[in-house]
């Protein structure tokens, strides 16, 4: 294949994972070194691409296809990525990323993680008003918040407190929301 032709190929697939044409939200990290095509499944999207810095995936691969690509400090295998944590036995460690989220730089919700198999979320303004109580069940370890309030009206910029509670722990943190 030509530079041209790569250099094509891969602007076309950036543009269809940018527009999420795979039914989740699809994501590209790039740096001068790397380009890999993500395929996430979050549970707030975030379809903008990230770009730079040092990057770590976590999980486990399932072999698609027989071939890899390899070379200098890397390897590729044909896989799919298997980065869902499994649900936590306390909330202890529990957080919410990206903190702050900043509207400017795409962030349209948060999402909490290192979380029990059944907690309930409860996010208040710093004036101690309910702004919304996520339940979240389910074997994985984290839920999101599309930074809406329980009328469905999507928050203001500010200090928020969020207070996560699980059968046996408890978890309180902040977040700040940049619009």
């Known amino acids: 294949m030509t530079r041209a032709y790569k250099t094509a190929v891969f602007a076309l697939v950036a543009l269809l994972a940018a527009a999420g044409f795979y039914g989740y939200a699809p994501a590209l990290l790039t740096s001068p070194d790397y380009r890999i095509l993500v395929g ?35 390897s590729v295998t044909s896989g799919a990525l298997n980065a869902v944590r499994p649900a936590q036995p306390d909330v202890s460690a529990a957080h919410v990323f990206p903190n702050p989220c900043n509207a400017r730089y795409g962030c ?36 999101g918040w599309d930074l809406r309030n329980e009328s ?12 996560v509670k699980a059968e046996s722990s408890s978890r309180k943190g902040k977040i700040v929301i940049i619009r």
């Not at 309930?120 to 309910?130: K, M, R």
């Not at 469905?152 to 207070?163: D, K, N, W």
């Open 40 to 74: 996430e499944l979050p549970s707030v999207g975030n379809t903008t691409a990230k770009t730079g810095g040092p990057y770590s995936l976590y999980g486990n691969t399932s072999q698609v296809a027989s071939s890899a690509i390899t070379g200098g400090r890397y």
């Open 108 to 143: 349209n919700g948060v999402t909490f993680t290192r979380l029990t198999l059944n907690a309930t979320i409860f996010i208040y303004t710093v004036s101690g008003e309910l702004v919304r109580r996520i339940d979240k069940a389910g074997n994985i370890d984290s839920t």
């Open 152 to 163: 469905g009206v999507r928050v203001a910029s500010g200090l928020y407190i969020f207070f």
